[in-house]
């Protein structure tokens, strides 16, 4: 056991490891259970400790993504002064969301890069806790609406724009472009509210 190991209490050496890992991520680094050992200073046993595989250390940096993204929602949320319009907090949302994206773009592509393991529960149930901030604010804001069909669509806008700016297809900087951008793409769709919907193309 290292010196570096030695210094870590159990659970301080897992924290270690996936803040290592993020950082191997998003620096684009070649990305192992022994390169991630090598930058938290460790032994290249030590991941094995907390992590049965690369698919695990996958599924927990995923983890800590959804928490981190949840969080961010939350508190985007809670900025918005009261009383917020639905508009209002979906752009809030919206500009959050991408945000994220942009500001820990690798892992926001692993997050979603493939479907949740149903085995690991811990992924499933910190997936399902992000969908369930947006499910409770469209239950708030627009009160007999269908719950999951609604969920559905603004979550695909926000995860479209957000994938737009990671591609390169809009722009991704500066933040406040990018902000002003989603908070548009918001009031376009809102703006269709009230038109008929037998109005016909020409």
């Not at 010196?3 to 990305?31: P, V």
């Not at 901030?133 to 603004?154: H, K, M, Q, Y």
């Not at 951008?181 to 009230?194: C, E, K, N, T």
Request: proline share 4%; hydrophobic share 45%.
């Amino acid at each position: 056991m290292s010196t570096s190991e030695k210094s870590y209490h159990h659970h301080d050496l897992r924290a270690a490891l996936l803040t290592a890992a993020i950082e191997s991520l998003e620096a684009g680094e070649s990305f192992s259970l022994r390169a991630v050992a090598r930058r938290a200073g460790v032994s290249p046993t030590a991941p094995y400790r907390h992590f049965a595989d690369r698919d695990a250390l996958d599924s927990a940096v995923a983890v800590e993504g959804f928490k981190d993204l949840r969080a961010d929602l939350r508190a985007a949320l809670g900025d918005v002064a009261e009383p917020a319009g639905a508009e209002e907090a979906v752009s809030a949302l919206g500009v959050a969301y991408v945000a994220f994206a942009l500001r820990r773009p690798a892992v926001f592509r692993l997050m979603f890069g493939n479907q949740c393991d149903e085995a690991n529960s811990e992924r499933v149930q910190a997936s399902e806790q992000l969908h369930d901030v947006l499910n409770r604010a469209i239950e708030s804001l627009f009160p007999g609406a269908n719950i999951s069909s609604l969920s559905t669509a603004l979550w695909s806008m926000a995860h479209g724009l957000a994938f737009l700016h990671l591609d390169g297809k809009l722009r991704p900087t500066p933040a406040d472009e990018v902000a002003a951008r989603v908070q548009s793409a918001v009031a376009a769709v809102f703006a269709l509210h009230g038109t008929s919907s037998d109005t016909s193309l020409p």
